[in-house]
Nanobody, 123 residues
Framework: VQLQASGGGLVQAGGALRLSCAAS????????IGWFREAPGKEREGVSC????????YYADSVKGRFTISRDNAKNTVYLQMNSLKPEDTAIYYC?????????????????WGQGTHVTVSS
């Protein structure tokens, strides 16, 4: 199983980025996908997740209204559209897959993790 996160970069506050998570080696239609982030000196935290069908989503309060998660099961890819970025969004963003199938931000429910993509938001 491989999860490839991409799309990170350097952006000014107020700007936008779209992260992608491309999966292979698993039955993509059966897994929920979550995005997590880890800022320097902080613990990894859940950002957003989407159910296997795409019908259910979850957002952390800190990103609600600014981030949108979606998935294209035909392309085995999940996207995280991040708008109105803030310096506090700076972190390494990881995607992960959960055989549970439904949205969850419990890290222990995730089986496979991608390598992370860096997001830096300057003020």
């Amino acid at each position: 199983v491989q999860l490839q996160a991409s799309g990170g970069g350097l952006v000014q506050a107020g700007g936008a980025l779209r992260l992608s998570c491309a999966a292979s080696g698993l039955t993509f239609d059966d897994v929920a996908i979550g995005w997590f982030r880890e800022a320097p000196g902080k613990e990894r935290e859940g950002v957003s997740c989407i159910s296997s069908s795409g019908r259910s989503t979850y957002y952390a309060d800190s990103v609600k209204g600014r981030f949108t998660i979606s998935r294209d099961n035909a392309k085995n890819t999940v996207y995280l559209q991040m708008n109105s970025l803030k310096p506090e969004d700076t972190a390494i963003y990881y995607c992960a897959s959960s055989g549970f199938g439904e949205p969850t931000m419990i890290i222990g429910m995730y089986d496979y993790w991608g390598q992370g993509t860096h997001v830096t938001v300057s003020s």
